[in-house]
């Protein structure tokens, strides 16, 4: 079975550009999240996708966002990129939870690092 | 303080070693909880999963919850080069509509 896989491997950009990082979850999962992991702040948590809805987002700013296509994989876009942008940005996938509070795990891709110049 | 709370190391041993990970948690909220392994340049790859206060056990890892202590800890046995990288703890708070949370992670070197 493919696990979620993320493209481009690497991206490099300069201050001010935009970047679109992709994400295919593994199949049969619904639910895609998107994750930033930059050095010394550990991995933090942007967004959550589900069903082609953004359900819930994390503490960054608009110039984050992202959607999710009816055949559930997801882009992560990233507007007037900032020198702190610099991060591997991974993407997860889960089965469906139930309610409002997931019990299944999220399974990572690779991700993508974006190096801001 | 933080919600996970991990020891970033770094922690050395040699091959065949018991190493102990261990992480707290701030709050009740959180009740499930994983423990993920990543290597340089990879994404996390779950390794254990667990709900309950109790033992885990999967081949040479044991995942342990304390919760009435809020302490979880990952143990394993007969450790390997192939084991180092770095571990991180995770949960989803209750309320947090799905997000995990994670320590910073434990960067674990098993000397050959």
């Known amino acids: 079975e493919a696990g979620v896989t993320q493209s481009p491997t690497h991206l490099i950009k300069t201050r001010g550009q935009q970047a679109t990082l992709r994400c295919s979850p593994i199949?049969?999962?619904?639910?895609v999240y998107w994750y930033q992991q930059a050095l010394g702040l550990g991995l933090q948590f942007l967004l959550w996708?589900?069903?082609?809805?953004?359900?819930n987002r994390g503490n960054f700013p608009p110039r984050f966002s992202g959607r999710q296509f009816p055949n559930y994989s997801s882009e992560l876009n990233v507007n007037a990129l900032e020198l702190e942008d610099s991060a591997l940005y991974l993407c997860a996938s889960s089965l469906p939870g139930q309610g409002f509070y997931s019990n299944q795990p999220q399974h990572f891709g690779d991700g993508t690092r974006l190096s801001i110049l | 303080q933080k919600e996970v709370e991990q020891d970033p190391g770094p922690l050395s041993v040699p091959e065949g070693a018991i190493v102990s990970l261990n992480c707290t948690y701030s709050n009740s909220a959180f009740q499930y909880f994983m423990w993920y392994r990543q290597y340089s340049r990879k994404g996390p790859e779950l390794l254990m999963y667990t709900y309950s206060s109790g033992n885990k056990e999967d081949g040479r890892f044991t995942a342990q919850v304390d919760k009435s202590s809020k302490y979880i800890s990952l143990f394993i046995r007969d450790s390997q080069p192939s084991d180092s990288a770095t571990y991180l703890c995770?949960?989803?708070?209750?309320?947090?509509?799905?997000?995990?949370?994670f320590g910073k992670g434990t960067l674990l070197t098993v000397n050959p």
């Open positions: 199949s049969g999962h619904t639910s």
């Open positions: 995770a949960s989803p708070k209750r309320g947090s509509n799905y997000k995990l949370t």
């Open positions: 996708y589900d069903e082609g809805e953004e359900r």
